[in-house]
Each structure stands twice: as C-alpha cells, then as structure tokens.
C-alpha cells in the first residue's frame, strides 16, 4: 500500500511516516516502478506501535531499543 493509505491504517500523519522511514525507525519500504513506496502489513504494525509508544511518552531511541527487543 503507498504511503497515504500507511499513514491512515497507522493513525499517522503522512510525513511522520516518512520520517521513521528516513531515520530507519522502521525499515524503510520497497519502491513500486514508479518510485513510490510500498508499506506492508508488518510495517503498518510497527507504525502503530510506535504511534503508541510515542503517546506513551517513549522517545524515538526508547522506540527504536523497544523494537529491537
């Protein structure tokens, strides 16, 4: 799925997507034939994880070492 539809499953702004991609928060998407990128449904998951952890008050290392686990 492109990023939009990612970010609307995630409950997250389109650019925030982006950003975890860019900083390897989540492992950055395959790129269709035209360039875009393509979420999977692991990915979805780990957005909202990291959506949640993030309300929770987590940093984005503690998200990171929290994935990592």
């Keep these: 799925m492109n990023i939009s539809v990612a970010a609307k499953a995630a409950g997250l702004p389109t650019k925030t997507v982006r950003y975890y991609a860019d900083i390897g928060l989540v492992k950055a998407p395959s790129r269709t034939g035209a360039g875009y990128r ?6 979805i998951r780990k957005l909202v ?3 949640r952890a993030r309300e929770f008050g987590f940093s ?3 998200c990171r070492d929290l994935l990592g686990l």
């Excluded at 393509?38 to 990915?43: E, I, M, Q, R």
């Design 60 to 62: 984005i290392e503690e």
């Design 49 to 51: 994880f990291v959506r």
């Design 38 to 43: 393509a979420y999977d449904n692991a990915a």
